[in-house]
Nanobody, 116 residues
Framework: QVQLVESGGGLVQAGGSLRLSCAASGSISGINVMAWYRQAPGKQRELVAG???????NYADSVKGRFTISRDNAKDTVYLQMNSLNPEDACVYSC??????????WGQGTQVTVSS
């Protein structure tokens, strides 16, 4: 059984920073892509940032220049450094991974709250 365990969410003032972490554990076969998605109430889930096993990254336009995704392949862990947070960034962030057998896994989600 595969688990994605997220941490690092919480409350921060506008302009502040948070770092999210997501560690994969269990019988996972060669993680290919790891990513962070987010979903605000009443809105569709959107991709925030993704990173391949080779380190190729992509970002939503709304977070470019503010957020940085990185990963530690040895630990099957992905990170999201979020800087210059604003109230529009406040929502639930979920970790996602795609393994070499094209199986998809999701974390339980972590809440990010930004006070203005």
């Amino acid at each position: 059984q595969v688990q994605l365990v997220e941490s690092g969410g919480g409350l921060v003032q506008a302009g502040g920073s948070l770092r999210l972490s997501c560690a994969a554990s269990g019988s996972i076969s060669g993680i290919n892509v790891m990513a962070w998605y987010r979903q605000a109430p009443g809105k569709q889930r959107e991709l925030v940032a993704g990173i391949t096993v080779g380190g190729i990254t992509n970002y939503a336009d709304s977070v470019k220049g503010r957020f940085t995704i990185s990963r530690d392949n040895a630990k099957d862990t992905v990170y999201l450094q979020m800087n210059s947070l604003n109230p529009e960034d406040a929502c639930v962030y979920s970790c996602y991974c795609l393994d070499s057998r094209l199986r998809r896994y999701w974390g339980q989600g972590t809440q990010v709250t930004v006070s203005s």
